[in-house]
């Protein structure tokens, strides 16, 4: 059963810590992003990546980090320099056009 | 600079009726335009595409109308369901410029009353 994996579905952390938000896919998908979406707005691009070992910032990279070291996992790093981190974030993969969504991990900083 | 705007917050419509969800761009190098729906604590899915060749596609009860010239394309769901209620994004790519990265709207919440 091919798809995108997000955990923790939710997440609390205290203010000034980092966290780390999974996300997998086994669709054998070169490219993957993470998303950030705020009540009202769209989805904003945090990072992407077309290939594995690369990445590229996206809109609003500023205090998030990510790796790719595996095809099938991009791991996304909200660090204390995020200044708003409370957010709905949503991992998504593609082949083409169509990107394939996970069912995201809603951040809470308390 | 929003490069994909969906001006309308929220649309009510009963069961039955055609649901119209409208989406302006101000990029001319978008290529390909796409529309998800979203639940709420959910994920996106993807529900129609077009290409920016063609002017209409076409997919069971979903229509996406292309009009280029204006800069437009509207979402047509015919006859809406009371399960269509939902967020709608449009999005929109640029291969030449951003490869597959794709630009949201914000969004059109879609109520359809039974």
């Known amino acids: 059963d091919g798809g995108i994996t997000q955990s923790p579905k939710y997440l609390f952390r205290k203010e000034g810590q980092n966290v780390t938000l999974s996300c997998e896919q086994n669709l054998n998908h070169d490219a993957m992003y993470w998303y950030r979406q705020d009540p009202g707005q769209g989805l904003r691009l945090i990072y992407y990546s077309q290939i594995v070992n690369d990445f590229q910032k996206g809109d609003i990279a500023e205090g998030y980090s990510v790796s790719r070291e595996k095809k099938e996992s991009f791991p996304l790093t909200v660090t204390s320099a995020q200044k708003n981190p409370t957010a709905f974030y949503l991992c998504?993969?593609?082949?083409?056009?169509?990107?394939?969504f996970g069912p995201g991990t809603r951040l809470t900083v308390l | 600079d929003q490069q994909v705007k969906q001006n309308s917050p929220s649309l009510s419509v009963q069961e039955g009726r055609i649901s119209i969800l409208n989406c302006d761009y101000t990029n001319s190098m978008f290529d390909y335009f796409l529309w998800y729906k979203k639940y709420p604590a959910e994920g996106p899915t993807f529900l129609i595409s077009i290409s920016s060749i063609k002017d209409k596609n076409e997919d069971g009860r979903f229509t996406v109308f292309l009009n280029k010239s204006a800069k437009h394309l509207s979402l047509h769901i015919v006859p809406s369901q009371p399960g269509d209620s939902a967020v709608y994004f449009c999005?929109?790519?640029?291969?030449?410029?951003?490869?597959?990265?794709?630009?949201f709207g914000a969004g059109t919440i879609l109520r359809v009353k039974s």
């Open positions: 998504a993969s593609s082949y083409q056009e169509e990107q394939f």
């Open positions: 999005a929109a790519r640029s291969m030449r410029v951003g490869g597959n990265k794709l630009v």
